[in-house]
């Protein structure tokens, strides 16, 4: 399986950001890659590149004629939009045939979750994929369920930022260790773009914009995540020797006091 | 809180491992005024348990109280310091066993006990597994403890962390395949829990038979030491070691608030409970009874944890 995250520059306006981003996707994208990873905010700055439903159709139009064109699974990363009456940052994955098989909304200014698109999970030609948008990576637990629930890579649009870099990407490859998946981690804000296996990991950007690629074998993950008793292999562990009748404070709203503690 | 990691090597001699680390102890507290002394899983020496090691039954367990406490609490005393004797093959009076912590307060005082919740291999035969993860309330403030294999399940830290743990002692036993992996990932969970973590492993190696082959098995030390923001000491992989280090405290609780300067608030402070329902839910993959194939796998290899 071959995956390959962008880490883009935000250009002066999104239109220019949006042709460099093709341009740069189609240079990169090779012959037999399977998924393509967006980062969040992949046309601007949010706070200089409000909602236009003209430049999102654009934005989906191109990044659809893409993943069609060249068959690859495509995150497409995010960009604002209006939803329901409020602005809400979208990201969606794109199959072989350029159809959105994946969406997830988060509200932009904060506020009630968009109903329906918490960790969002897909079922490719190369097994199950979880697709998670901005901050719902760097919380340990909706990763968590998306492995849980049978996902071997979990494609990120994230963002690094500029503060705790060196820990945050210590965490991208250490999410990937304790929860046994891969993590295809795009990132345009603070570079730090990242491909990572439980075991190793396999590349990582620092903050010039390019393309990483990494390729592993289909049945890379199906092993890892494998019980080995030999215990050559124990990466398996923390998802086998879970015991989730004692996680419900995980699934609970705590008391304040205990929280702010 | 400063805190002296002890990390130990395992002697020839089983019976010797108690008097050594004993003195490993009293020599991390010479010169230098600790709030805590942390030792790693089985200071003691193997699990009888372990591939080959049947022979250790009544050597390396013992009842808690029992002679060691009573040992490392007259220790506690002496020093004025908090001791955590973690972990030891506890015999319990019915005959069972558990994988216990113990933490000791400045007098000798059994002020918490951690049992192992997530068993490790022929454990899920052996061992009665706890069935809490809690936080313990001592003058230190509010500490965790979760025994070796229950890191690698990382809810347990992150359920400490959430009922206000500022640090979480960590007895535990590096195998040498995955070293690098270990060592990121621990950073990691410090950094996505806001929490301080103490990890105390021994030096130490065996043989025996597991299902059938001779087997190695190889602890290589590597304690650690890191607070949200990383790494802070990393022992010897091939040896004994001491490490002491300054943990902040109240900084850990500072960054859990939210505030513009710093984002580590957010693993913990972002979090929306009502939706991860599926932390409940077992991991689908498993499709095996692996306590069954231990089962099996023991009794050819050491009868008498087969009854």
Redesign the interface.
Known sequence: MRVQVLQNQWLPDATATLESVERELRQAITRGTDFVVLPQHVLGDPARTPPDPERARRALEALTHLAREREVYLATGSWLEHHEGRVVDVARVLDRAGRVCATVRRPFEGGAPVTGTDFPLLDTDKGRVGLLLGHDFWVMEPSRIQSLRGAHLVLVSGALGTRNRESKKAAIWGMATLHCVAVAFASAVGGGSTLALPQRLVAQADEAPGVLTAEWADDTMAVQREADLSFKNTLWFGLWARRPELYAPLATAPARSTEAA | MKVGIVQTQWRADPTENVFYVYDQVEEICQGTTLDLVCLPEFFLGPAWYMPGQAGLKGVTDTRIPGPVTTLFRALARKHRVHILLGSMVEELPDGGYCNTAVLLDRSGDIVGRAHK?????NEVVVCR?G???DVIDCELG?LGIAVC?DF????TI??LA???AHTVLIPGGS?K??L???V??F???A???CVNLVYASPVGELTGL??G?Q?R?AFAGTSLAAT???LLARGAEDGPDSLVVDLPTLDV?TL??RHA????W???G?????????????????G?D?VA??RT?MAQTTPTAAR
């Open positions: 919740v997530h068993a490790f291999a597994p069935d809490t993860v509010r294999s690698w399940v990382p809810e992150r359920m959430l009922k206000g195998l395949q995955n690098d992996a270990m990121n990932a950073r990691a969970t950094f996505l829990n597991r299902g082959r087997i098995v949200p923001a990383g609780l859990r608030q300067e710093d984002d580590t957010q693993g913990l972002l979090r929306r409970p009502e939706a991860y329902g599926g932390v409940l839910e077992a991991f689908v993959g498993q095996r692996l194939e231990t796998s």
